[in-house]
């Protein structure tokens, strides 16, 4: 008796109460091609996530520079209109505005931390220290009246004094 790819009705030998579908008709996913997918999707992920994270960092390294550039010509206007430096605040809109940012009037942006120091009459500093070491980035950074900015890994410690932020390695 030759056997063919027709269904075999239910209740017939072999049927076990189901009709058997054609070889080429199969119907889903086999429970090994979804383990297989998922097991795709996984390293994928494994990949991407640790990437996307480093760029997220250097990403805000380079606005914690930009911002803190963006606070020396501040400083340097306002020392001019007013013959004295001034703190975030009186860079602000609730000072003679020199910074519009509200994120960055308030001492947080895009994962940093930035403190303005007036040291005396005629000498600040600012930093800019990421919020979260690792995520949010690993270096510190540092500008003061000279513009001359400086950065380095502090391995999430405090930000250290004038003198020694003073010669940490140029980021120009």
Wanted: cysteine-free; aromatic content about 6%; charged content about 20%.
């Amino acid at each position: 008796m030759e056997r063919s790819d027709a269904t075999i009705p239910a209740g017939a030998v072999g049927g076990a109460g189901r009709a058997r579908m054609p070889r080429g008709a199969r119907r889903g996913f086999t429970l090994l091609e979804i383990l297989i997918v998922l097991v795709l999707i996984t390293i994928v992920i494994a990949v991407a996530v640790p990437l996307f994270r480093r760029s997220q960092a250097a990403a805000n390294e380079v606005s914690a520079i930009k911002a803190l550039r963006v606070i020396h010509q501040s400083e340097l206007q306002h020392r001019l209109l007013v013959n004295a430096y001034g703190t975030l605040a009186d860079l602000g809109p609730q000072g003679k505005q020199f910074l519009s940012d509200p994120a960055l009037v308030a001492g947080r942006r895009n994962g940093y931390r930035f403190v303005v120091t007036l040291d005396t009459d005629s000498t600040w500093h600012a930093t800019a220290a990421p919020l979260a070491y690792g995520s949010d980035g690993i270096t510190t950074y540092y500008v003061d009246e000279s513009g001359q900015l400086r950065g380095t890994d502090l391995g999430g410690a405090d930000v250290p004094a004038r003198d020694v932020a003073s010669q940490w390695r140029s980021v120009e």
